[in-house]
């Protein structure tokens, strides 16, 4: 049996003048769960948070919180909380003052609000900081603090707008693990916007990969990682090599590709459009699929044998970042580039720029998406 839905919307759309912002947009998320908006700047996924609160109006389309209709509902009517990038904290009062702010203004009772206040800090691993004031705490603190002030109020939904964006690299990081347990935790269904794909892989249940108004996909994040739909969700979700070219040939679900920069890749198509001798395609190879190995043979593109692509290639660059070091192999006659992801089996700890690799990987690590049906 499937669970309950939080929230659900069908063929949302807004526009301002002649500009359509959310282009037909449907989700459903369930309750309790953690569901991720995912997409760059200007893509309308800011547009979609505000409809859900409240504070912009749909031009058509249904949305129920609760299978109840909130179009013309205001949003001090919605069971709706939101926590913006700049926290808006009130640095006079103290935490408990915080949290307690907006069940003073539905006056409620001292007792009540006493014992709501110090369930919740608790709730958020903050049991004994209701005596201080907001300067006293971490940025990640705070944080805590400003969902604290949220979830007292009890909210079907949380709705989060890129809560990280302004904390350091490192406690982003360390927020993105706590964020994830506290929703877990406490149980209360989290809507989160974020233009960083990091989080919202990291931490979500499903993932909405938002570009131009409309959903891409909607997925689990191994499903958009390993198993993207187009080709702006494969170059976007992830880092990724990418490349263009023509169709050659087709087998099946197989494609020979002359690349545009020369040489050529055999590919498995991406989705259920067929691909045609003659097309236009994009292609796309994640660093970690490929495989490494010292080489002794001239440089040379990318060419097929054995179910594999096999690319001999001058090492032109080295990235080391720990267990995420990757190296950049160059084809010095087509300037083709592939970035690889080093194995940690410590043979690569001495490789250096301009010494000989071949590169090889199996034929459905490589994915097609045609350009015809970007455009369409």
């Not at 003048?17 to 309790?32: E, H, T, W």
């Not at 609760?66 to 913006?84: D, E, H, I, Q, T």
């Not at 990418?242 to 498995?268: K, N, T, Y």
Request: overall charge negative.
């Amino acid at each position: 049996m499937s669970q309950p839905l939080d929230l659900e919307c069908r063929d949302l759309v807004k526009t301002f003048d002649s500009f359509i912002a959310v282009d037909n947009v449907s989700l459903q998320v369930q309750q309790g769960s953690f569901f991720s908006i995912l997409g760059p700047s200007g893509c309308g996924k800011t547009t979609l948070l505000r409809m859900l609160a409240g504070f912009l109006e749909p031009t058509s389309g249904s949305l129920d919180i609760k299978g109840k209709s909130m179009l013309g509902v205001p949003p001090n009517k919605r069971p709706v909380n939101m926590v913006f990038q700049h926290l808006a904290l009130f640095p006079m009062m103290s935490v408990a003052e915080n949290v307690a702010y907006g069940l003073k203004r539905r006056k409620m009772a001292t007792s009540e609000i006493e014992h709501r206040v110090k369930d919740v800090l608790e709730r958020v691993s903050l049991p004994d900081a209701g005596s201080k004031s907001v300067d006293q705490l971490s940025g990640g603190q705070r944080q805590r603090v400003a969902i604290a002030r949220s979830l007292v109020l009890e909210p079907t939904l949380l709705l989060l707008d890129e809560p990280l964006g302004a904390l350091d690299l490192k406690l982003r990081e360390h927020m993105k693990v706590e964020l994830k347990q506290l929703q877990a935790q406490i149980g209360t269904t989290f809507v989160y916007i974020t233009h960083d794909q990091s989080e919202a892989l990291v931490m979500s249940d499903h993932v909405a990969v938002m570009n131009h108004g409309k959903f891409e996909q909607v997925g689990t994040p191994q499903d958009l990682y390993y198993h993207p739909h187009t080709s702006f969700v494969a170059g976007f979700v992830g880092d990724t090599n990418r490349w263009s070219g023509r169709i050659q040939s087709v087998s099946g679900d197989q494609a020979m590709v002359a690349l545009d920069e020369g040489g050529e890749i055999v590919v498995r198509k991406a989705s259920d459009t067929p691909l045609n001798a003659g097309e236009d395609v994009d292609l796309f190879v994640r660093p970690e699929a490929i495989s490494i190995e010292r080489s002794d043979g001239e440089s040379n593109i990318t060419h097929f044998e054995d179910g594999q692509n096999n690319f001999v290639g001058r090492v032109t660059n080295l990235f080391f970042d720990g267990a995420n070091s990757r190296v950049e192999v160059i084809d010095e006659q087509s300037g083709h580039k592939v970035l690889v992801t080093l194995p940690q089996t410590g043979a690569f700890s001495d490789l250096a720029s301009g010494e000989m690799v071949q590169l090889t990987w199996k034929i459905e690590k490589s994915r097609a998406y045609s350009k015809q049906l970007q455009a369409s």
